[in-house]
């Protein structure tokens, strides 16, 4: 498996800057940090609310200090994230328990409140003197100590000159009260009240907006506090991958005991043991033992894989049945798992189109809201009502209006997506690999390598005036500095040394050549002969035909410009491919088979995998072409590689999907890195990245049509402030909720 650096996500984690976020109540808040931090010359930043971290790149490690103090400045809080090697840990405060200790003081004394107020407000024979003030007395800690999260992100937003969605909140909560004192001092109206939704409060019961006052406070708080602990919950989807790194490892002393130690003791070179049942603490070689690997939890691959010395085993994975003895080759943050684990985490920090249009359409709608508010007010009073009624339908708008729904509607479900990608084996890069996901309907199957094993053999061989050994001998000596798939099975196919070979050249789509004891020689395919006037003779066309007929794929052998002889070799198509085509067409996709073999073989492939078209004998520089091609028919094509002439069609297809055991080229060129073998993985991601961008539209379209019914009936008087709390924050949490459900999608291998 090819070691996938960080460096290969686009970005340079030298440069990187990662900051835990205090203080942030809204999509607002985090919108304001951003822009203080991208007006640093240099910096370039993206703050994410959901995650409440701040990522900064462009700048020297040295420069921590400088960003810490331009958040404070915007009036939140900083700190560096405190282990790298651990991204659950976090120096922030712990907002859910905050949350938590303000809601039970709220709730403890706003049901007291509620009571005694309906109570003394809609019965007035039980009223006795003060009872007014005894509801102010139980309604300040609530206002003003429990709502205080509210009241000073507020008073911060003013200072900047900025609003927020606890800008609503706060007014609407102050005024009720204020409004209920005022009226307690001025002895209130003769009038009867207002509908509470359960009757209409006597004359006298202005009061009654005390409890409004308190029970928005509490529901408000309740639902920030569900909200963090879902939040939570979809940040440790998210970073899942990195717990299954286990804290201790058996380090091996040099008299062969054991040792129990931190697994950030161990270095590369360390010897060090695996019981069954245990994970692995780093990527290595096993040197001693024998046992079965179970991956599942890091890859989604659901058969265990039986390992022996020589075998390469990763960090993560769990050791099932026998006592292995690994040598470590890569520890920490240079470990397969750590690395997909950054990979997922920059993904989810980086934003998708759609949340940037919500955070410019959030930036105006509380100005907007406010504004609102103040007409519907006049309206109400110009309009001759009372100003009970007025007031009551201005505070309505403010707290329904809230748009938490609308910031959390897209952030929420990328978390989920993302982390649960990393479950099955899937590394998605960023956002705008799920949003292109949405829209491709072909997808463009690569063959050796992908559909097939890769692991080509020899079937057979034909010399001309040399021997076979000696044919191979040659064929060999060129093909050794190639990654091919064919060259590999050339080289293994020979035993014995190599002749030194010089001047190794690679020959794109048609073979290689080289220069091996002072003579030239060539091996590839027929163009590769025809362009370099080696002539074919009837034997040889024979042989390559019979080869073709047979599935094989035939490669000529040339010295010094004469043919010498040929070879045959075939390659064996996954056992999960023709399932996994099936189950991409199931999803209405249309599938492409790419392949540069001749049109014999590449049609055998596909008449077994059920592919809808075949496209073959494409070099790798036309493979952009063949893509350029089906997207100029209207098509959006997502393409599926995993060598070095997969690199350029991965990078021009709508979606780039790379295996990853391809090249290093391939994977820095792709959207997604499939990581599981079984090749389910294709369609797992492709319906993962759909249902992803399925709850993000589910979610905007219930956060913004909410707020857009809900502001007219709010000001038209048909909600109580009350009601509006309720509804407002059960919006927030149906939008948490409704991303958390992703981390129920199950592979598809696993539905046969």
């Known amino acids: 498996m090819t070691e996938l650096t960080r460096t290969e996500a686009g970005t340079d984690l030298s440069t990187r800057i990662e900051l835990d976020l205090g203080g942030m109540t809204c999509a607002a808040c985090a919108n304001r940090i951003e822009r203080k931090l991208n007006k640093i010359d240099g910096a370039t930043a993206v703050v994410n609310f959901a995650t409440e971290r701040a990522v900064v790149t462009g700048l020297p490690a040295e420069r921590t200090d400088d960003l810490i103090t331009v958040v404070e400045k915007a009036g939140y ?3 560096p994230v405190p282990d790298a090697d651990d991204p659950n840990e976090t120096s922030a405060p712990d907002r859910a328990r905050m949350l938590l200790k303000r809601l039970a003081v ?36 609530v206002v003003f100590w429990s709502a205080w ?53 006597p004359a006298g019961a202005d009061a009654i907006y005390l409890e409004v006052a308190a029970a928005v406070t509490t529901f408000l708080l309740a639902g ?66 024998r046992s079965a690997i179970d991956t599942a939890t890091m890859t989604g691959e659901p058969v265990p ?77 110009l309009s001759g009502n009372p100003a009970r009624e007025a007031f009551s339908a201005a505070v309505s708008v403010l707290i329904i209006a809230c748009p938490c729904a609308l910031g959390l509607a897209t952030p929420t479900a990328l978390m989920v997506g993302i982390g649960r990608a990393g479950q099955l084996g899937i590394v998605i890069k960023g956002p705008d690999a799920l949003e292109a996901s949405g829209a491709v309907d072909v997808v463009v199957l690569d063959k050796t390598g992908t559909v097939t094993s890769g692991a080509m053999s020899v079937d057979r061989v034909a010399a001309w005036g040399i021997s076979e050994p000696e044919l191979l001998q040659l064929a060999a000596a060129v093909e050794a500095h190639s990654e091919h798939p064919i060259a590999a099975a050339v080289v293994a196919a020979h035993t014995g040394d190599l002749p030194p070979a010089a ?38 066309c024979e042989f390559g035909e019979a080869a073709e007929e047979s599935g094989s794929t035939c490669v000529f052998v040339a010295r010094a410009g004469e043919l010498v002889g040929a070879i045959a070799v075939s390659d064996q198509v996954a056992d999960s491919a023709a399932e996994a085509v099936a189950q991409l067409k199931a999803l209405g996709l249309r599938t492409v088979l790419l392949t540069g073999d001749r049109p014999r073989p590449a049609e055998r492939v596909g008449a077994e995998l059920g ?12 493979k952009v072409a063949a893509i350029a091609a089906l997207q100029a028919e209207g098509h959006r094509v997502a393409m599926v590689g995993d060598g070095i002439n997969d690199a350029a069609a991965l990078a021009s297809a709508d979606l780039g999907l790379a295996v990853l055991h391809g090249t290093d080229l391939a994977l820095k060129s792709a959207d997604m890195i499939l990581v599981r073998r079984h090749l389910s993985v294709i369609a797992d991601a492709i319906g993962l990245a759909r249902a992803s961008l399925r709850t993000i539209r589910g979610n905007l379209i219930w956060a913004f049509g909410y707020n857009v019914a809900a502001i007219p009936l709010a000001a038209a008087g048909l909600l109580n402030p009350l009601i509006a709390g309720i509804a407002m924050s059960l919006s927030s949490v149906f939008v948490v909720g409704n991303s958390l459900r992703l981390r129920r999608y199950r592979s598809r291998a696993g539905r046969h």
């Open 77 to 79: 809080t900083a700190a």
């Open 106 to 141: 709220a709730a403890i004394l706003t049901i007291p409140l509620g009571n005694l107020a309906i109570v003394l407000a809609l019965v007035p024979g039980v009223r006795f003197p003060g009872w007014e003030w005894v509801c102010v007395a139980l309604a300040i800690p």
């Open 149 to 201: 999260p509210f009241h000073a992100a507020t008073v911060k937003n003013l200072r900047h000159g900025a609003f927020s969605m606890d800008t609503l909140v706060s007014i609407g909560v102050l005024s009720a009260f204020f409004w209920s004192v005022i009226s307690i001092i001025t002895g209130g109206s003769d009038e009867p009240g207002y509908w509470l939704g359960y009757g209409v409060t």
């Open 224 to 289: 920030r506090y569900f909200e963090a602990r879902a939040r939570r919950a979809a940040r440790d989807v998210l970073t899942a991958l990195t717990r299954l790194a286990p804290d201790e490892v058996r380090l091996l002393a040099a008299d062969g005991t054991e040792q129990l130690v931190g697994a950030r003791r161990l270095r590369a070179g360390d010897r060090f043991a695996v019981r069954p049942g245990e994970r692995i603490a780093a990527d290595g070689v096993i040197i001693e033992g």
């Open 305 to 381: 894989t039986e390992v022996e010395p020589g075998a390469a085993v990763f960090s993560g994975t769990v050791n099932l049945t026998g006592r292995l003895v690994i040598t470590a080759e890569r520890t920490g943050e240079r470990t397969q798992l750590a690395q997909m684990a950054a990979l997922a985490e920059q993904a989810q920090a980086r934003k998708a189109n759609v949340q940037r249009l919500v955070d410019r359409v959030v930036s105006v709608f509380v100005p907007v809201v406010l504004l609102i508010a103040v007409g519907t007010l006049v309206g109400w009073l």
């Open 503 to 540: 001047d190794h050249r690679a020959l794109p789509g048609m073979g290689a050549a080289a220069t091996v004891d002072g003579t030239e020689v060539l091996i590839g395919n027929a163009v590769l002969m025809e362009s370099a006037q080696v002539r074919l003779d009837a034997v040889a």
């Open 611 to 622: 592919v809808d078209e075949v496209i073959s004998g494409v070099l790798p520089t036309e």
